[in-house]
């Protein structure tokens, strides 16, 4: 049966490019160095408008550009409206922009509002200020509990572990309140229930729509609006599921933090196209259609392929789920496989027999640290069932976010010396986290050099040497290589950009997935996936892509192919 998704307004294209946009997502620290410092830049981006306007992607997302001490790679954010010295001007960002602009690619800005930095300077004024002030207010402060409120509010842990509660020094010298932080005591929340807050968030998105943004990336969208008074449970009372699937959770994906939306969806409005976001919301998929309805962001991330294994079954209940949800919600659908938060999926779908390799709880972190050889990864496997996955998503209605490097082949790294680390989830959960570091390693350009072409003076996190191999200009050079695949893919995908359902097609062998979808011109293109061993049959047409070579008309394992059905 069809699988029908929303049919998008073709009256105005331009207002809802992001229906079936493939973005690349951006980490501007770890993408390009222009100035021989070891730090990606704005600059450095632009220099690269040419790789990524043929690459063929509709619009990058930057992860944080903002002026930043880096306690979480740039999610604790000092100025909501500049950019990073280090990364360079306001000035290099309207170029950049301009650049992108000018390859027709649309910029997509992450913006972070469940917390700020504590060098904010709302928060420098909030520990200047009275407990009561206006200034504390507009942060989660609390009194401790105990004689002297020595101990914190409640129990509750961070997200990056250890306590939720730091305590701090009131301007007199003496202990005094605690604020709440629900990452890096460096990143502490916000009070979402104070307007002022409300509106300073209404001035950003004006801030950065007035400079060409085209889109926003919402931050810990589910995290905003907190029940902090009246539920001061204990940390096991407060992980009851109930309170997840049902919204009365104290932190996390309760119904009001829609009014915040609504709130951002008549700004979004008031530009012509309207702006584009998109929700991080990690909550029950029957609560997801409202951070992605047209009245609040437009779209969520959905990151059930990314949690799944590499598996027929699962894959196509992932699919038909959410484009079902979509159609519901009149919003698109998303599909990702990495990010700057995961292990890379050419490393996840390499893992040893037993270690897992989908992306749900320990996302191979757990297997990295428990003393887990890089060496053992089949890279080969991971590679292979990575271009297949990545295939037949490009293959899928709605949009397709792609991170930085995959489209290399790119394998996460592994090891990284101790002083070299940076991720605060590492430092706080020694023995229990791995971190991010892995997949944050700045890209290779050229096969030599002090960073292989990322910058002239070596680069923030270590390089492996054999980064060397997956550097973009020995792959320019392979018309078999990763980057050429995705070109390719990228290019044809262009042309599937119409009617937004697919139409399964049962096939007889359950680890191979079968769907068609109409191309403008009426044709059928056939999309078939095998994710078992044995080699399966394909329609008869031309293919126009594989993820492993075709012989005899069979597709062989572990690779996706499609294929356009003769008329």
Known sequence: MPTTAHEPDRTNP???????????????????????????????????????????????????????????????????????????????????????????????????????????????EALASAPGSTARNRYIFRDGRGVNGELPPNDWTSIFGGGAWERVTEPDGTPGQ??????????PDLNWDNPEVHEDFLTTLRFWSDRGVDGFRVDVA????????????????????????????????????????????????????????????????????????????????????LQSDFDAAQFREVITKNLAEAAATGASSTWVFSNHDVVRHATRYGLPKGTGRGG???????????????????????????????????????????YQGEELGLQEVGRIPEQDRQDPTYFRNRGVEIGRDGCRVPLPWEPTGTSFGFGANGSHLPQPAWFKDYAVSVEEQDAGSTLAFYRRALALRHELT????????????????????????GGAWHV????????????????????????????????????????
């Not at 830049?41 to 550009?65: M, N, Q």
């Not at 003393?371 to 080969?380: H, I, L, M, S, T």
């Open 222 to 305: 589910h995290g905003l609006k907190k029940d902090m008074d009246a539920a001061h449970d204990d940390l096991a009372t407060i992980h009851r599921a109930d309170l997840f699937a049902l919204g009365e959770h104290p932190l996390w994906d309760r119904d009001e933090v829609h009014s915040v939306y609504a709130e951002w969806r008549k700004v979004f409005d008031e530009y012509n196209p309207p702006r584009a976001a998109v929700a991080e919301a990690w909550v029950h998929a029957d609560r997801r259609a409202r951070y992605a309805s047209p009245e609040g962001l437009g779209q969520a991330f959905n990151f059930d392929l």
């Open 178 to 187: 605690w604020y709440f932080h629900l990452f890096a005591k460096e990143q």
């Open 498 to 521: 119409g009617e937004e359902h697919l139409e399964w097609i049962d096939t007889a062998d359950g680890d191979v997935l079968h769907f068609a979808r109409t191309a403008p011109d």
């Open 14 to 124: 331009s207002a809802d490019w992001w229906r079936q946009a493939a973005v690349y997502q951006i980490y501007p620290r770890s993408f390009a160095d222009s100035n021989a410092d070891g730090l990606g830049d704005i600059p450095g981006i632009t220099s690269r408008v040419p790789y990524l306007a043929k690459l063929g992607i509709d619009a990058v997302w930057l992860s944080p550009f903002y002026p930043s001490a880096l306690a979480d790679g740039g999610y604790d954010v000092d100025d909501y409206r500049d950019v990073d010295p280090r990364l360079g001007t306001l000035e290099d960002f309207d170029e950049m922009v301009a650049a992108l602009h000018g390859a027709g690619i649309k910029v997509i800005a992450d913006i972070v509002p469940n917390h700020t930095s504590d060098r904010h300077a709302w928060f420098r």
């Open 360 to 402: 749900a709880g320990t996302d191979g972190k757990d297997w990295l640290l428990d003393g887990g050889d890089p060496a053992e990864v089949d890279a080969a496997l991971g590679l292979r069932r990575a271009k297949a996955a990545t295939l037949l998503m490009l293959a899928l209605p709605g949009s397709a976010y792609l």
């Open 528 to 567: 078939v996936a095998n994710f078992g061993a044995a080699p399966t049959e394909l329609p008869e047409g031309e293919v126009l892509l594989s993820s492993a070579e075709v012989e005899g008309g069979k597709l062989p394992g572990d690779a996706t192919a499609w294929v356009r059905a003769r008329s």
